[in-house]
């Protein structure tokens, strides 16, 4: 029998053994989850940026398009400009600039239509050099696109409007935003936008042709990220909701999709359509058992010429993420140029009915000639092709990428990829040449990385991420790169601004001596042994006798035996160094030490003002911003990745331990509370059982009382006698303590006549009777002291 408002024994026995059990496998999955997220490529380097670099400033509602580069400039679409920018210090050339407002009726017209006043602008958007002295414009103005051919003046290089305006629909996109590209060649125009208001009518165009109007096995709600060309094709790249999956659900996949120069249309009534459109699906996955894919491309380089694996060969670079909703996974995948055209003379895909999976088509089935091949006049193509590439434009292979795997993966919730852009074929002193590539996030930073191929097989890369650099304010997106080879710039766009970064940071002070300066494993950098200096490889030096005096190992292997001599010459010195992290600004020193086999450092790199806008734009970035190696995680296994030193490995697996161990010691805090509740509970349980007789708990509160007292003279004595010091008179002490031993013996004395009924001595709360007896006890210590001065509020030191 149990009192009323007690607690079951059992009850909560078997809460506590469901709780340790939830506990057991929560650290379990933790333990597993800190494992599988501890990063396996580290940054060699962390830069941050102050406001004194070379910046060009606008509106972050200018949404900033990059149009066309040559060496010396850049062209940039605004809201109702094009910007003409110089790419040595990102100055604007006021007389090449070209404004282009909508009129007061077009933008009356579309805040009717709903639209807010900073869309009812005109955006530039495409741009064209259809002749020796004259361009083409086309912008969103206002949602009723329109273009504009202007005329380039030979004396002064100044720009006119020759009065020539025509609409630009299927050439230019009515949303600022929207994504959309673009490609003059040969003098047409080739565009993958929308052809209405709401953007339900996507279309790849070249006047006259078009993809088809409303057919989802073409076009599904696409979203296009660039177009190429090669030979006498066109290349598009884009995302697109599959319809191959639909049975399944709902997926987005990348695509590329391609469609000939010399394409004149069908047949009639077919001479308005491409007779030649295929797609395919880009394939950048981890290979497993189960392949985790990065399925929505955002944005590709152009096509580089180059030697990989050995062979000379055309690739193009793609930046692929994982949806939204997914993990936060972002990949850098290289597709070869051969392997697209190859994968549009495979097999169709096809489905049956509505109700039938996608499979392959009969090659019996495909009509000849092979629909989608580039021919001499496609109006004269049987309807039969024409006909079955109107219905089955998709392959059914997709395109793999380079070496089967991503050459760069990424996992971060905090951010993902967003623009690329890569200086090809960079030589270096032992004349290979490598791909120094650089990506944009939506978060502000740029990533640079190099890939080292093995020698003897092509499928192992090794990848090296040399610097990560937080060039806008965290929350900015990067929408494009480019470089500059002759002022050695990378140039960062954004919606409203545009910065100017070096490619290299060789002679920055945290890469002075040789051990950092080589394991940077940089092209672009090599070791003095002259004069002591990490510099910078010039590409006509590559390979030359006059460099004999560089070092270089981007392979990473016996940076130690080179920089030995150093270390015996000046150990101090360079042990030192080998050990900064955090190198302050003035350079006076370390703010934090670390092994000396990892190369990670912050560098804060001043520059000189180019030119100057407006204050709401802030670009200074604070080094708590950046966020270390844990930027970096492992999606799965990857052997192209970076083997790191095994005493950085150590570091890792360390700091992964340590993790381990703080999650236990929480765990375990937890579980001994909840016992001690248990417990706690349990003499609750057992005080409700012993109300007994009102005799014993009155013996047993006179008890509790005299101990309460006992306890309270002691302590207070010893407080009494620290206050007072040498202050207090020796008669008055003697009375105290008389008056202490006379308490003492009868407690005592009470103590000895009240054992036997004092045996079942409970637990209660006796902070109220332990105050009531302090109060009687200081009213006795008051009577007997006589002089001696009550203290308020006395302190309780411990002997």
């Known amino acids: 029998m149990m009192d009323n408002g007690s607690i079951p024994v059992s009850m909560l026995r078997r809460h506590l053994n469901s709780f340790m059990m939830v506990l057991i496998v929560l650290v379990s999955c933790s333990l597993d989850r800190i494992d599988s997220w501890t990063p396996d490529v580290l940054t060699k380097s962390y830069i941050t940026y102050d406001n004194t670099i070379p910046a060009f400033f606008g509106n972050s509602t200018d949404y900033f398009k990059l149009l066309d580069q040559d060496d010396n400039s850049i062209l940039i679409g605004a809201r109702n400009a094009l910007y003409n920018i110089s790419l040595d210090r990102l100055i604007e050339h006021p007389t090449q600039r070209i404004t282009w407002p909508s009129s007061d009726a077009h933008r009356e017209l579309c ?11 005109n955006y530039i958007r495409v741009y064209a050099r259809v002749g020796a002295n004259r361009i083409m414009l086309c912008g969103t103005n206002s949602y009723k696109p329109l273009c504009r051919y202007y005329n380039i003046l030979p004396s002064d290089s100044a720009i006119a409007y020759d009065n020539n305006e025509m609409e630009a629909l299927g050439r230019c996109p009515y949303n600022p935003l929207h994504n959309s590209t673009y490609l003059f060649t040969d003098g047409h125009l080739y565009s993958a936008t929308v052809a209405d208001f709401s953007a339900a009518d996507p279309l790849i165009y070249r006047e006259p042709q078009r993809t088809e109007q409303y057919d989802s096995k073409q076009l599904n709600q696409p979203a296009f990220v660039s177009a190429v060309e090669h030979n006498g094709y066109v290349l598009f790249f884009f995302r697109e909701v599959a319809v191959e999956y639909m049975n399944c659900g709902k997926a987005i996949y990348s695509r590329v999709s391609r469609v000939c120069k010399n394409d004149k249309g069908g047949p009639h009534p077919l001479n308005d359509r491409w007779t030649s459109f295929l797609k395919a699906r880009l394939n950048c996955s981890i290979p497993g058992e189960y392949p985790f894919y990065f399925d929505e491309i955002q944005s590709t380089t152009k096509t580089i010429n180059g030697i990989y694996g050995g062979d000379t060969n055309q690739i193009i670079y793609a930046i692929m993420t994982t949806p939204d909703n997914a993990i936060g996974g972002s990949a850098v995948c290289a597709f070869s140029i051969q392997d697209i055209l190859d994968t549009f003379e495979g097999s169709f895909k096809s489905q049956r009915d509505i109700h039938s999976n996608w499979l392959p088509v009969p090659p019996n089935q495909v009509p000849d000639p092979r629909p989608g091949k580039c021919v001499d006049d496609s109006r004269t193509l049987p309807k039969a092709s024409v006909n079955f590439v109107k219905m089955n434009t998709l392959m059914d292979a997709s395109v793999r990428s380079l070496h089967s795997r991503p050459i760069f993966t990424r996992v971060s919730l905090l951010y993902r990829l967003s623009a690329i852009t890569v200086d090809p074929q960079v030589k270096a002193l032992d004349g290979k040449t490598y791909d120094v590539i650089f990506v944009g996030t939506n978060d502000g930073k740029v990533i640079k990385f190099v890939n080292i191929l093995s020698s003897n097989s092509t499928d192992e890369v090794k990848t090296v991420i040399i610097s990560e650099t937080q060039a806008f304010p965290i929350g900015t997106k990067v929408n494009a790169l480019t470089i500059s080879k002759k002022n050695k710039k990378l140039i960062v766009i954004s919606n409203g601004k545009i910065i100017s970064l070096p490619l290299s940071n060789c002679n920055e002070h945290e890469f002075k001596s040789c051990r950092k300066c080589l394991e940077l494993q940089d092209p672009y950098c090599a070791w003095d042994d002259v004069n002591r200096e990490c510099r910078t490889v010039d590409d ?74 407006p204050v709401d734009i802030d670009n200074e970035i604070s080094m708590t911003s950046l966020e270390g190696s844990v930027l970096t995680n492992k999606i799965g296994s990857h052997q192209y990745h970076h083997k790191t030193d095994p005493l950085v490995k150590e570091s890792v697996s360390m700091a992964a331990l340590n993790w381990q161990i703080s999650i236990m010691l929480v765990v375990f805090s937890v579980i001994i509370g909840i016992l001690l509740g248990f417990c706690i509970t349990r003499q609750v349980i057992k005080k409700q059982s012993f109300h007994g007789s009102e005799h014993r708990n009155q013996l047993n509160w006179h008890h509790t ?75 006795d210590i008051s009577k007997g002291m006589g002089t001696l001065q009550k203290t308020p509020q006395l302190k309780t030191f411990k002997p």
Request: aromatic share 4%.
């Open 705 to 779: 009382k005299n101990l309460s007292m006992l306890s309270q003279n002691r302590t207070s004595g010893k407080d009494v006698n620290l206050l007072m010091n040498t202050n207090t008179n020796t008669n008055t002490g003697n009375q105290y303590h008389t008056q202490q031993q006379a308490i003492v013996q009868q407690l005592q004395q009470h103590h000895q006549n009240n054992m036997k009924d004092n045996i079942d001595f409970d637990f209660k709360d006796r902070s109220v009777e332990c105050k009531n007896s302090t109060e009687n006890l200081e009213k």
């Open 540 to 613: 006509h030096h590559a390979g030359s006798r006059s460099m004999d005096n560089l070092f270089q190992r981007l392979d990473g292997l016996n940076v130690n035996d080179i920089c030995k001599k150093y270390d015996q010459r000046d150990q101090r010195q360079h042990k030192a160094e080998d050990n900064d992290v955090y190198t302050r600004v003035d350079g006076s020193g370390s703010a934090e030490k670390d092994s000396p086999t990892e190369t990670k450092n912050v560098v804060i790199i001043q520059g000189t003002v180019a030119s100057t806008g």
């Open 111 to 121: 805040t009717l239509k709903g639209k807010l006043d900073q869309d009812c602008q």
